[in-house]
């Protein structure tokens, strides 16, 4: 025996309730009514948050065309409470009429998730205003005139009072949501949404959602009016997202919450944006997700075309941004290098020419480092070749040095022959560490020990040495209109120098540039190539592997790497446990500089 028959409803009142508690996001359901006052021709909505009479509401007024009326010219309220799940606007949109959202007949059943009661008010053809009043898990309606003293046109949404979750709602967190939620429905209809936060004494007005990155204008166009992808690229972050739209409105704030969609290029964390599909079907109790019909693989196949291309366009973007860290991380070695080099004694460290020396031969502590040499990098056998910047480039804005902030000796130490001399050098920088060199003046003190100090108040100074050994402490002060700035050197002036390092065969070089070659499997770490001036890291070493997760200890790995080759250069022929302390040296002053 076949038995049939149709569905229905066995509880009419337990459905209406659990459709009104499907919408779990109180913030969308705040949407869906100003999405209402769009529907209705609005344009100007006001929002006001507030407090009256001990209580917290939310009030949303507009001026569009209020709610349709009935034969007598009043405003049908029975027909909006009694038709729920039967949206006129469907209705509408099966006439052809475009540019509406709704269609379940469900979205005034969210104010269960905002607040306890709801108040619509409207005028009818008569110019008085009517109210209709509904509590939540009540199942009856009420619909009364309104005292007013004058009639106005649109309609009047108040929620009070707030659910006590709902009280902690600020204006801001509702105009940043209305402005991705809505972005192009406030675009296409111009609408103005003002947010009136009484509580915070504040006011928002809701501007469309800009996105930060690059406009990608040449992706292929999607063949369906009603397909349309808007996106930019833009630097890699984790919360970089593509929303899907429909009709102006966001469904989803990741497409990546589709198993289709999640895979690069969406999930790659470089694009922002938007995709619009306004034929896809929605879920209708949280309006946030699409149901997975024909409409979803529809969108899927019109999607293909530019995956391609986004992926070839966010390889280049990993390129770049790789070769700019790269960049990034020379240049901070090579600072911090440059720095430890213009502490430590000047005899026992002159590899390169980051010292220069006066026309009459006495050496001079100076900050002139060699400039960086450009970054190679590849994966496989080093390549040679390299190009300096243009002397005499522009600097840029932020080039410009600030206030003085902080200063130093160069060298902080020294060791000297008794009778002989020794240049110090005054370095002064602002909080970024850029040099300053304008408005300066500077005085040089011997506060202990013997010595003699020649042109105390320049920039550089020649110091001394007393005829017995001795340790002394100079200070300098610099200033720079009323900021004052110290700071110490220690010299020893002694009998017993150490050796001269050994003459080499090539003349000094700036500090090396760095390449990367992968060779798994090897265990050399790094290599110094002394024709090129380069230093050769092995990208495929397991430490190098460990170290490239962080990008701080990457940097810190390179530089020991650099103190490794730079110390076993110059120490040629000391035995292990010398190299290893001087090795520690190099890295303690070079790590303090490394930033």
């Not at 003085?404 to 110090?424: D, H, T």
């Amino acid at each position: 025996m076949t038995n049939s028959g149709r569905l229905r409803i066995g509880d009419d009142w337990n459905a209406i309730s659990i459709i009104a508690l499907s919408q779990q996001n109180p913030l969308k359901a705040v949407a869906e009514f100003v999405e209402n006052s769009i529907d209705a021709s609005a344009k100007k909505i006001t929002i006001t948050r507030g407090r009256e009479k001990g209580q917290h509401f939310l009030r949303i007024k507009d001026d569009g065309n209020g709610i349709p009326r009935d034969e007598q010219g009043l405003p049908n309220f029975r027909y909006v409470a009694t038709h729920i799940c039967d949206s006129i606007k469907r209705q509408l949109k099966e006439k052809g009429t475009r540019g509406l959202q709704g269609e379940f007949g469900i979205g005034l059943l969210s104010f269960w998730t905002v607040g306890e009661e709801l108040l619509l008010t409207s005028s009818g053809g008569d110019g008085k205003a009517y109210q209709m009043r509904m509590r939540k898990g009540d199942p009856k309606y009420e619909v009364r005139p309104k005292a007013t003293l004058f009639s106005e046109g649109g309609t009047e949404l108040m929620i009070r009072p707030l659910l006590p979750g709902i009280k902690q709602f600020s204006g801001e967190k509702l105009q940043w949501y209305l402005a991705s939620e809505l972005r192009d429905r406030i675009r296409q209809t111009g609408v103005q949404i003002k947010i009136v936060d009484r509580t915070s004494r504040a006011e928002f007005n809701v501007e469309p959602r800009q996105f930060e990155g690059r406009l990608l204008h040449q992706l292929t166009r999607v063949t369906s009016s009603q397909t349309y992808a808007e996106l930019y690229l833009n630097r890699l972050d984790p919360t970089n997202a593509v929303g899907l739209y429909r009709a102006g409105t966001r469904v989803m704030d990741n497409i990546c919450e589709l198993p289709m969609f999640a895979r690069p290029p969406w999930s790659s964390g470089y694009l922002q944006g938007i995709v619009e599909a306004g034929y896809l079907n929605l879920t209708p109790g949280t309006r946030t997700g699409v149901i997975h019909d024909e409409s979803l693989t529809r969108l899927e196949t019109e999607l293909q075309p530019i995956e391609e291309q986004l992926l070839k366009v966010i390889e280049e973007q990993r390129h770049a941004e790789e070769e700019r860290a790269s960049r990034d991380v020379l240049r901070s070695i090579q600072k911090a290098i440059k720095e430890a080099i213009l502490t430590l004694p000047a005899e026992e460290y002159d590899w390169f020419d980051i010292r220069e020396e006066t026309t009459n031969g006495a050496a001079q502590a100076g900050t002139a480092a060699a400039e960086c040499e450009p970054l190679i990098i590849h994966e496989g056998p080093a390549q040679s070749g390299s190009s300096r910047a243009a002397p005499g480039e522009q600097k840029q804005f932020f080039d410009y040095p600030g206030p003085l902030f902080s200063a130093r000796i160069s060298p902080a130490s020294a060791v000297i022959e008794v009778n002989g001399r020794k240049n110090l050098r005054a370095i002064a920088r602002d909080r970024a560490q850029r040099l300053v060199e304008d408005g300066l003046a500077f005085r040089w003190l011997i506060i202990d020990g013997e010595g003699q100090l020649e042109n105390d108040s320049a920039e550089i100074i020649t110091f001394h040495a007393p005829a017995e050994p001795g340790l002394t402490k100079i200070q300098l002060v610099v200033s720079q209109g009323e900021v004052r700035c110290e700071a110490e050197a220690l010299l020893t002036s002694t009998k017993s120098l150490l050796p001269a390092p050994k003459a080499r065969e090539t003349a000094n070089q700036g500090i090396p540039a760095y390449t990367f070659q992968r060779s798994a499997g090897e265990l050399w770490r790094s290599r110094l190539d002394a024709d090129r001036n380069l230093v050769v890291v092995n990208s495929g070493h397991r430490d190098f592997v460990y170290a490239a997760r962080n990008k701080a200890l990457k940097l810190r790995y390179i530089c020991r790497l650099y103190a490794k080759e730079l110390v076993l250069r110059n120490f040629v022929g000391l035995p292990p446990e010398q190299l290893l302390e001087r090795l520690i040296e190099l890295t303690l002053y070079t790590e303090e500089n490394l930033k």
